[in-house]
């Protein structure tokens, strides 16, 4: 009986949205294990402590048009028989600006975010073009390929240079001796080992450069860019939300302009600090790159590493940058 007592109540509910939006908009619900009029609170609220970033994605995929709403808003049964997915529709409706709430909300996540990720990038960036202009161990280092060079070089046109292209590091193995597997940069190593073991921990001097190796200035200045649109465009849409929104969102939207000129000068001091670093090395501006610099110092660095390791073990295989 009690069986099919059941089947009886569950046969009484009645469901007028399409069976996938009943069910996708159940599965999210589940998620909170509140009751409907908690979670349409929550986005009254703009209690972001209480939905994260994901769920007001899925919130906002999910959000009823008015062509979902008209068989709802037209039903004149027992509302107490719908579904709990048209319940709860029926109840988000009521809020005003539902809509915009659910991307102020977003918003804030996504701000949060990204800021948290470009920031300390951008400080990375800059600590990197410092030590780059002001690593003794660097200049020295550099000085001792300049001068191999030119040692090798000597007697002929380039063996008295007074210093070369930084993209010829990158070639040093290609230049090889007798000795088998014995290239350019071994021998600098071993150079180094006699007769400068300090600059075997060169990268000491260059702290975040292999995490700077990975960073392009151009990806992040568009994200820069995309960040700063989102504020501009929560700026027009809250130009139409009700006041109860406007002052949730106040202390947000003041912080959030202030972090947008913050990232900005970031970026443009760094741009200054790229022409200076490119000066400073005697490249050709026009067509410097940070990251391409960057990364190419990251591999020699890496090559001097790998080669001192070789020598320490001695260890027969082959380093980075060697040819079968």
Same mark, same amino acid.
């Given at each position: 009986?009690?069986?099919?007592?059941?089947?009886?109540?569950?046969?009484?509910?009645?469901?007028?949205?399409?069976?996938?939006?009943?069910?996708?908009?159940?599965?999210?619900?589940?998620?909170?294990?509140?009751?409907?009029?908690?979670?349409?609170?929550?986005?009254?609220?703009?209690?972001i402590a209480q939905m994260d970033v994901d769920q007001c994605k899925v919130m906002y995929n999910l959000l009823p048009d008015s062509d979902k709403m008209q068989p709802l808003l037209a039903?004149?049964?027992? *509302?107490? %028989? +719908?579904?709990?997915?048209?319940?709860?529709?029926?109840?988000?409706w $009521?809020? /005003?600006?539902? #809509?915009?709430?659910?991307? *102020?909300? %977003? +918003?804030?996540?996504?701000?949060?975010?990204?800021?948290?990720?470009? $920031?300390? /990038?951008?400080? #990375?960036?800059?600590q990197t073009v410092g030590e780059l202009k002001e690593s003794d161990d660097l200049c020295e280092l550099l000085s001792i390929v300049l001068t191999t060079g030119n040692f090798i070089?000597?007697?002929?046109?380039?063996?008295?240079?007074a210093g070369f292209k930084m993209n010829s590091l990158l070639k040093m193995d290609d230049t090889r001796a007798n000795?088998?597997?014995?290239?350019?940069?071994?021998?600098?190593?071993?150079?180094?080992?006699?007769?400068?073991?300090?600059?075997?921990?060169v990268r000491s001097s260059l702290s975040q450069l292999k995490d700077c190796a990975r960073l392009s200035l151009?990806?992040?200045?568009?994200?820069?860019?995309?960040?700063?649109?989102?504020?501009m465009q929560a700026d027009r849409f809250l130009e139409r939300a009700p006041a109860d929104l406007i002052d949730q969102m106040s202390d947000f939207m003041k912080s959030a302009k202030e972090k947008m000129e913050e990232l900005s000068l970031m970026v443009q001091n760094i741009q200054n600090a790229t022409h200076e670093l490119a000066v400073f090395y005697c490249e050709d501006e026009s067509n410097f790159k940070l990251e391409a610099f960057v990364g190419m110092i990251n591999q020699f660095v890496g090559r001097i590493e790998a080669a001192h390791e070789v020598e320490e073990n001695g260890s027969p295989n082959r380093f980075p940058g060697d040819r079968k």
């Open positions: 009986k009690d069986e099919k007592k059941e089947k009886k109540k569950e046969s009484a509910i009645i469901n007028l949205l399409d069976g996938k939006d009943s069910l996708n908009v159940n599965i999210f619900l589940k998620q909170f294990r509140r009751t409907n009029p908690e979670v349409v609170s929550i986005i009254e609220k703009g209690d039903f004149k049964g027992d *509302s107490n %028989r +719908l579904g709990n997915a048209e319940k709860f529709y029926l109840l988000l $009521k809020l /005003s600006s539902f #809509k915009v709430r659910i991307e *102020s909300m %977003r +918003l804030r996540h996504e701000f949060v975010i990204g800021y948290d990720f470009i $920031k300390p /990038s951008l400080e #990375k960036m800059v070089n000597m007697g002929g046109y380039a063996g008295d240079a000795k088998p597997r014995m290239t350019l940069v071994h021998f600098i190593v071993e150079v180094v080992e006699d007769h400068y073991p300090h600059l075997l921990d151009d990806t992040l200045q568009n994200d820069v860019a995309e960040l700063s649109r989102k504020v």
